[in-house]
C-alpha cells in the first residue's frame, strides 16, 4: 500500500472517531441535563415556591441570591420577610447549590432577575415573542406556563407547550 | 438519684417555647388568642364582627391591592397571586382545614401580607374580625 493512501485512510479514521466521541459527548450532556436530579430543600420549596416556581438554585450565582436573601422583605413590591431560622437555612441552601455566573443584568436598584440573564434571554430566544404576546404567560417569570415540569425542577426542552393564547 | 442530663434544660425550655403552637393548633384557639389581646388592647373591646371583618377583606386601603384581589371576594374558592399567577388554595377553613391550623404561619402570612395590602401590620381587631367572617363561610 502506497504510504499517501495510508496517511488518508489513518486521517479518516481519526475524523470518524472525534465525530463519534464528540457526538457521545454531546449526547451524554443532554441525557445528563435531563435526568441530573434537582436540588432540593423542604423550607424553601414551602417558603418561596409558596408564591412562584421554587426556581433551581443553579440558574443564579451565589452573589445574586445573597442579594435576593438580603432585600426579602422588598421582594419586587411584595413583603416575603422569614424568620430567622429561615433565612438562615435557606440562604445555606442557596450559597451550596448556586450555579456560575450566566451573565446577570439587573439595574442598580433591582434584585437580580434569572429572566434577564444572558443565558435565559438566549435559551428563550424562539419563544421571547410568543412570552410576549401570551396573555395566559403574561411574565416570563411563569415558567411552569410552558414547563409542565417546572414545580418539580424539569424544564426538558421537549416538554415545552407554550399557550396558544 | 439519677442525675438528669444536661440536655434537660433545654429540651424543658424549648418545650415551652413551642407550646403555643401546638395549643393554638385550631382556628378557634387562634381566634381565643387575638380575643384575649384584643380586649388587653381595647377595655371597651366588645367581641369580633364577621360583617367587619367582610368589609375590611373587600375594601380598598389606599394601595394597589386588597385581600380579595389574590383571595378573590369569596375565599372558600380558590385564588391567584397578583402577582405570580400562582393557583393560591382556598382560604376558608370550611374549604380548606390546612388553613389557619398552624398560628405561626397565620402570623407570618397577616404580617407579610397586611404589610403590602395596608403598609403596616393589621391589629388584632382586624385579624379577629377577619378570621370570624372566614370561619362562617361555608
Redesign the interface.
Known sequence: MCPDLRRRIFDLVVWIGSLVLAGGLLAGEAFAERTRPVADNATYRTECGACHVAYPPALLPATAWRAQMAALPRHYGVDASVDAPAVKEIGAFLDANAGRDRGVLAPANEPPRITTTDWFLREHRKAANAIRTSATVKSAAKCGACHPGADRGQFDEHAVRVPRS | MQRLSPTFPVIALASLVWMPSAVCAAPRDLLAVYETVARQATPSFAGFSAARGARFFQEPHGGEWNCATCHTPNPVTAGK?A????TITPLAPGANPDRFADAASAE?WF???C??VLGRECTPLEKGDVLTWLLSLK
Open positions: 397571586h402577582r405570580t399567577g400562582k407570618k404580617r407579610r401580607n404589610n403590602d
